[in-house]
T-cell receptor, first 113, second 118 residues
Framework: EAGVAQSPRYKIIEKRQSVAFWCNPISGHATLYWYQQILGQGPKLLIQFQNNGVVDDSQLPKDRFSAERLKGVDSTLKIQPAKLEDSAVYLC???????????FGQGTRLTVV | AQTVTQSQPEMSVQEAETVTLSCTYDTSESDYYLFWYKQPPSRQMILVIRQEAYKQQNATENRFSVNFQKAAKSFSLKISDSQLGDAAMYFCAYRRVMAGGGADGLTFGKGTHLIIQP
């Protein structure tokens, strides 16, 4: 069974530029999560989808971050414009449904300079 | 809001010995899950063990076991017979069960860096 796929693995951008991350969850998984992990900290939930609907985006900085999950499968997370403090690893995870184990991808390491 | 606290930034243990990682959490909920995740340098979070709050029996998975103290809101991880491959960051995490049976996303602690001395 293929795991959660994320791309790119690494990205370096200048502040005020835009960036997008892509996530392909495990086939059949209805729930998808995006987490932000700043160096030295645990991951923080940004947004949770159930199929193509948002369950929780209370910690998503909506002035600059957006996420979508068209057709309830792949998802993209966008930052526009990026700030220095957005430098982090962005982890995508998926689960079969809302109360089952979440499986994580390997993340995208973003550096904003 | 729920919080998860890991008070040990780093722990070191000799290979084949036993080590215990500490975790406390704060919640007003009665129904939730607790987890320990392992994150090696590859960055991929790997589930180590899971505990349902309604279960009194402590979860075990081979060399990994937990000591779940619900009243004290404490959830420690014991690793027996430590192996070199256990070296990683370990994160304690909390997940609230919502009305209707679903669950929130995970709330993580800051992690404990586990070093295994050969």
């Amino acid at each position: 069974e293929a795991g959660v796929a994320q791309s790119p693995r690494y990205k370096i951008i200048e502040k005020r530029q835009s960036v997008a991350f892509w996530c392909n969850p495990i086939s059949g998984h209805a729930t998808l999560y995006w987490y932000q992990q700043i160096l030295g900290q645990g991951p923080k939930l940004l947004i949770q989808f159930q199929n193509n609907g948002v369950v929780d985006d209370s910690q998503l900085p909506k002035d600059r971050f957006s996420a979508e999950r068209l057709k309830g499968v792949d998802s993209t997370l966008k930052i526009q414009p990026a700030k220095l403090e957005d430098s982090a690893v962005y982890l995508c995870a998926s689960s079969l449904n809302l109360n089952t184990e979440a499986f994580f991808g390997q993340g995208t390491r973003l550096t904003v300079v | 809001a729920q919080t998860v606290t890991q008070s040990q930034p780093e722990m070191s243990v000799q290979e084949a010995e036993t080590v215990t990682l500490s975790c406390t959490y704060d919640t007003s909920e009665s129904d939730y899950y607790l987890f320990w995740y392992k994150q090696p340098p590859s960055r991929q979070m790997i589930l180590v063990i899971r505990q349902e709050a309604y279960k009194q029996q402590n979860a075990t998975e081979n060399r990994f076991s937990v000591n779940f103290q619900k009243a004290a809101k404490s959830f420690s991880l014991k690793i027996s017979d430590s192996q070199l491959g256990d070296a990683a960051m370990y994160f304690c995490a909390y997940r609230r069960v919502m009305a209707g049976g679903g669950a929130d996303g995970l709330t993580f602690g800051k992690g404990t860096h586990l070093i295994i001395q050969p």
